[in-house]
């Protein structure tokens, strides 16, 4: 069983969008925060994942706040 934890707010990624124009048409992308959050969230995964593959497997997750609200 292999655990991991992911450290840190989460940073929401659909109230805070930007909309950015790429040749006539309008993009939404994800904030600044959230894109940051996500590629150093995805390095500290990549490093602790096994390199053999998986052939099943059950994904739990829970989710805590910093302050401990519900």
């Known amino acids: 069983m292999i655990h991991l934890v992911l450290y840190g707010r989460i940073p ?3 109230n805070s969008k ?3 124009c ?3 048409r309008p993009m939404m992308l994800p904030s600044d ?3 940051q959050w996500h590629r ?3 390095i500290h995964l990549i490093s602790r994942t096994p390199k053999s593959p998986i052939e099943k497997c059950s ?3 829970t989710f805590f706040a910093p302050d401990m609200r519900s």
């Open 12 to 14: 929401s990624k659909k």
């Open 18 to 20: 930007k909309i950015v």
């Open 22 to 24: 790429r040749g006539s």
């Open 33 to 35: 925060n959230y894109v």
């Open 40 to 42: 150093e969230q995805s």
């Open 59 to 61: 994904v739990d997750m």
